[in-house]
């Protein structure tokens, strides 16, 4: 219930992105789809209970918090989301993921987050700059939708300076256009 | 015997290629009515460490308006009694005469003289005074006086370039003589560096330095290498550029959310906001008399270049064409736009009339970027790519001459900025 409560803003955050966006572009969708394939997510508990770690020790909150948003099988550990061409709107596949973060950002109010926003080479170097700013800038407005303060967010832009993969094809492109989630102590 | 020789030759020019990391400068395109001149080889150019009469020679011939006129080679001094009609009929429309003497302090006096055949003028004369160590300098303010002459208007031989080489992961902002013979490193970084901006006394370069993780505005004096943050807000900043009387920075900042422009003081006090809109706005230039800022917006659905008066007011959009104008630039006499325009996928230098709003593509490559005026308004240098590889390369404002800079092996050179005629 939950989760689908989640979705439901997300689409209605989504809609309003796109309504805010509507001249950006040709490359821009006109409208949303409904999200066709809505993968359950996993939901993390808000309060990560304190798991033990290897050597038996007890880890401390913030540890165990830390190791959940490593923790390959928890849907914390993916933290990019990626974009069309000329595009900033977050396509609805990616509704649990932000939802997932929220939770636990608005959870732990102390919990920073770094949005970097990443464009393909393609254009001036600045333009980039600008616009991956913008795509940082979407997941942030999506996060705070769902609860998150602002004062635990910082969205900034490397344009198309920190490329996921090197070449000048459309599978580089398509990985470097893209948002990443950083969390404390990550950046 | 012979053939050692040459080899030895060879290897100790590319270790000097290798040492200095320069940029060779290649005609690839070339005006259609060039000045025919002819430089007799200097008497006394013997005397330098290196030869004068070479610097002169490479400056004109590169310019791609000047064609170098065999002049022998017996060196004929600037006094010299000469006739003219013999140049002329080796097809020279000006001949340059010059004599270096030893002056007092270990230094050396140039004395030339310069014969406009076509047009019969009186010979123009100058002379200079000048160090073992700046021989080029003074081969540039040579070619300078010739360029002026023959052409009335400045030469820029004796201006700098900046520009940005990516190694590897290693970033360095150079700092160039125009020829690209003389690269100095301003700034080494482990991050990306991009859009310098030269001061208008061209003391200092302002930049985006990624260093700390993040875009962030600094202002670095060439002379001391002391480097100042400009803005460290909250999100990016980024898109520095001088106003004419370097007093102000306008720039892009994303601290209320989208990309919009600011004005500062370089010293980071004093911040003003522009113009505000929801979309982006950036790639702010201020028109050489300081009324207007160009720059690029989203906010009509697709990137264009507007204007808007420098004291804030109601932009105008300045591009109707195409739907991808980006990176304008202003020439420094005000009469025309460069910016950067997407044609059928590929991203070209274009050039548009400002009186009359005619739009000229002035490249056949397809990843151009980051042009930039030299400071006489003749020529664009701007980044593109050969082969997979950042270069420089440089287009006159015509269209007519086109020249490519090229680096050493390994390097990706972008980000080019042309210093102003001011030398510190």
């Known amino acids: ?187 | 015997m012979f053939k050692v020789f040459r080899l030895m030759a060879t290897t100790l020019l590319l270790a000097a290629t290798a040492a200095h990391a320069q940029l060779t400068v290649e005609i690839t395109g070339a005006g259609a009515n060039r000045i025919p001149v002819a430089i007799a080889n200097f008497a006394g150019d013997g005397l330098l460490p290196q030869a004068l009469t070479g610097v002169v020679r490479a400056d004109l011939e590169r310019s791609g308006l000047f064609k170098l006129v065999d002049p022998g080679t017996t060196p004929v001094p600037e006094n010299a009694a000469i006739d003219l009609n013999q140049w002329k009929d080796r097809g020279a429309d000006a001949l340059a005469l010059a004599s270096i003497l030893p002056a007092p302090g270990g230094r050396y006096e140039v004395r030339m003289r310069l014969y406009d055949i076509a047009r019969q003028n009186k010979p123009d004369g100058m002379i200079f005074l000048f160090g073992a160590s700046t021989v080029r300098e003074t081969g540039h303010r040579i070619a300078d006086f010739i360029h002026e002459k023959l052409t009335g208007e400045r030469g820029v031989y004796s201006t700098r370039i900046a520009y940005v080489v990516k190694t590897g992961k290693s970033y360095e902002l150079k700092v160039d003589d125009a020829d690209g013979q003389n690269p100095r490193t301003a700034l080494r970084s482990s991050e990306p560096i991009i859009s310098p901006a030269w001061s208008p006394d061209g003391t200092r370069l302002a930049y985006v330095s990624f260093q700390a993780k993040k875009p962030i505005i600094y202002v670095h004096s060439l002379a001391t290498g002391a480097q100042t943050v400009v803005a460290n807000f909250k999100g990016s900043n980024s898109a520095p550029a001088w106003s004419p009387d370097g007093k102000r920075l306008a720039v892009v900042l994303t601290k209320d959310g989208s990309s919009q422009i600011y004005t500062i003081n370089p010293d980071g006090s004093g911040l003003s906001r522009i113009a505000g809109s929801s979309t982006i706005d950036t790639e702010p230039q201020f028109s050489p008399d300081g009324q207007y800022l160009y720059f690029t917006s989203d906010r009509g659905g697709s990137p264009q270049i507007y204007r808007v008066a420098a004291a804030g007011g109601t932009a105008e959009r300045v591009t109707f064409e195409g739907s991808y104008n980006v990176s304008p630039r202003l020439s420094p006499d005000g009469k025309m736009l460069a910016y950067v325009s997407r044609n059928g996928g590929r991203f070209q230098v274009t050039v548009m009339d400002l009186a009359s709003r005619q739009i000229q593509i002035l490249t056949d490559s397809s990843r151009d970027e980051s042009p930039s005026f030299a400071p006489n308004s003749r020529i664009i240098l701007y980044a593109s790519e050969v082969g997979g590889r950042g270069v420089l390369s440089a287009v006159s404002s015509d269209g007519r001459v086109k020249q490519k800079l090229s680096g050493q092996a390994g390097g990706d050179v972008r980000e080019p900025a042309w210093g102003p005629f001011n030398q510190p």
């Open chain 1, 1 to 187: 219930m939950q989760t689908s409560t989640s979705k439901i803003a997300i689409a209605t955050l989504t809609l309003a992105l796109l309504a805010g966006c509507s001249s950006s572009g040709p490359e821009q969708p006109a409208a949303p789809t409904e999200s066709k394939t809505p993968v359950a997510p996993s939901g993390p508990s808000g309060t990560p209970v304190a798991p033990s770690d290897v050597s038996g020790k007890t880890m401390t909150p913030e540890e165990a918090l830390m190791a959940s948003l490593k923790d390959p099988n928890s849907p914390l550990s993916k933290r990019i989301i990626y974009f069309d061409y000329d595009s900033y709107a977050i396509k609805d596949s990616y509704a649990s993921l932000i939802s997932a973060h929220a939770k636990v950002l608005a959870a732990n109010p102390k919990l920073k987050m770094l949005i970097q926003g990443n464009t393909d080479e393609r254009g001036s170097r600045e333009y980039n700059l600008a616009l991956g700013q913008r795509r940082a800038e979407a997941v942030k407005r999506a996060l705070m939708l769902l609860g998150v303060q602002e004062v635990q967010i910082e969205s900034v832009s490397l344009g198309e300076e920190k490329p996921r993969m090197e070449g000048s094809d459309e599978a580089a492109y398509a990985e470097n256009r893209r948002s990443e989630m950083l969390y404390s102590g990550e950046f």
